[in-house]
């Protein structure tokens, strides 16, 4: 196994996340150039260091490979470096502390994509575009700027040349993004895209096309594997997806190249193309590809393997799987340095590790245990490379804290047949679609069957129970003890205790799966990710929620868990679309006494789909700063809003504040209320020092520095995202409750606050 390239990649990747790690811990752009030039210097004297390191033992392979490793760091150190500095070197760093507005051309480079957001909008969601910028107010400027759209703002297609205003801040988003355009209400068109892009996307718009009428869950899939689309994923899909293993399906990576390699191949090698004509061909389509699903961590990080596996083809290199994955890394890192600190590039290069180095001797081991050489080879090859790849990205994903499916292996075999099939279907419509809509509906309607196949598979799998990284770690190495002692043992039944032992976790973990909530609880704060969405319990059993979050799935799942039945109230603090989205899943199937949300119907759009939801079955009403609930020993103040202030976002200051009291106990619930409503507060009501406190518009940086003294908290709850776009919680909020014990949803999923023996707040969470 040829493992040279090892050490320089994994030496440019460390160098690089470093350096972004570092300049990373600077406020504002004009501390990130600042670290960025000295981080450049720093290089150099590493270089000059390696080299003499080099030269000094260069007669052995150990100081050889120290010289290496340290002018490999150097790299990544340096091209991180200059990028940093390239997108915070005047005037970029001026206009972004200065919030300024500017006039931005630039060329578009992605589709639009639908973001929920609590920031300052009119809307609860936005659409997000990529653009390249050629000039910033008339001076040539090239950066890549993440810009936010209104819905009824038509995009133009990638590839359009486009002149758009706005204000530019600092962008959120992970990746090579130096700034984001705000306030943006029109895009005008000023060049049409080129002839790659207009064939790009009349192909992705045909496939589109093609899929109507069909299933809206299959359809959706055939767009999501064939194209990597999931523009049309249904929420509930898409949840499924996730929780049973099978979101990487619609994440185009290494499966996706390899068909296309595939196909692109036998074609040639069918007409009888010279191997040349082969190469160039297949190097083509591959560069194509790229351009139709648009360029993602995976989708990089995969084509830039196949192009390596297909000149190695021409020039009969090495094509060692070690060597071609870390040449791959080399090159996307050296290309952008921002791949280093990007989750989804990590977990694809490590289960493309674990795929290469892993399911060779997973697959040896399986086919000289007794029990599983009766298994099909194509059953076994499956269970091998899904279990290669989950282990192999247990570390990012116990990083990450992201939980796991225990139905994943299972589920990844059951699915894994129909991948190709669906994939070169949606390929085919997608490409005969623009000439021929007809016959391109006839390939999507046969690639649905099978979709059809997997949408099953995940919603059956998705309901299995899921585990931390950390509890499959630990079933990992106890299971791998075993095996050791069996060995040492000589006693091969021993060994059966592991499945046995597997067995009794997952039917303890579906029996128990709410069980990490202790019986006292009186808070719940539930992961809907980015949203809020609070559960709260007095002791005579009444409930009342807080906030409904994004998605109706998330918060049902949630209330089930806590084998909630009846809610004597649904208070909705404002109508952006992470706090009411999920109203759905909260009123159908239980018993709602009333639901009360702020006086500002805006966004009206939500206020309608509140509205509708309920009907005429439950009133919606309004809630008034001064009005107070008694419900039993519990007593429930309005405190905001007195008045709507047009100041900042005024859906986020119209937010309802609560004071939630119960058993000598205080709790603070903020909404999404920004610096204009605290100050409003703090002016109008004494402080409040409660015992719990929900941090304000999930940890935003626009808080009043006061805030947090005049609310108090021992507690304070983040309900936030993980890798949200807003860089929430902000440095500033956490640091304001420095003070106080610090849970966020975003790190420890559903944070649950419960009663101790001794009167205390026992804290537990679902991660």
Sequence with gaps: MDIRLVIPAAGVWLGSAGCYWVTGLADGPVGRHDRAHLLLVLTVVMVILALSITLLIRRSRAGVAVGVAVVALSMGVGVAAWNIAAQTRTPISDWIMESASVDVVAVVTTEPRRVSTSVAWKTPEVHQVTVASTSIDAVPVQILLTVDIPPSVTVPPVGSHVAVSGKLGESFRYGNFAAALNGVDHITVVGSPGWIDIVAQSMRSGLRESLRGLDPNAGSLVAG???????????DLKSSMKTSGLAHLTAVSGGNVAIVLALVLGLCMTVNIPLVGRVLTSLGALAFYVVLVQPQP???????MGGIVVLALLVGGRRAGPSILSAAVLILILMDPSLS????FALSVSATAGIIVL????????????????????VLAAATLTLAAQLATLPVMIAMGVPLSSGSVPANIAAMPMVPLITIGGLLSAVISPIALSLGHVFATISSWPAAWIVMVATYFGQWPTFTGAQLLVSVILMAGLVVVARRLRRPEVIAIAPIALALFLVARTVTLGSWVPS???MVACDVGQGDALVLRDQQGKVVVVDVGPEPALVDRCLEQLEVSEVEAVLVSHYHRDHVGGLAGVVHGRRVGGVYATTYQEPHDQYE???SVLSTAIPLRAMRA???WNLGETTITVLWPERILQEGSVPNNASVVLLYESHGRRILLTGDIEREAQRAIMR???PVQADIVKVPHHGSANVDPEFATWAGGEIAIFSVGADNDYGHPSAEALHLWSQAQQFRTDRQGSIALSEGGDGQVVVTSEK
Aim: charged share 15%; aromatic share 12%.
């Design 359 to 378: 399911s060779p001797y997973l697959l040896l081991w399986a086919g000289k245990t007794r029990g599983l050489q009766r298994l099909p080879p194509v």
């Design 341 to 344: 600190i990007a989750w989804g």
């Design 609 to 611: 789909y509140a509205e």
């Design 626 to 628: 001064g009005q107070v």
């Design 225 to 235: 594997l064939a194209i990597g689309d999931e523009s049309a994923l249904p929420a």
């Design 684 to 686: 109008s009501n004494d």
């Design 298 to 304: 995976s989708v990089l990080r995969a084509a830039v």
């Design 520 to 522: 006292t609880w009186f």
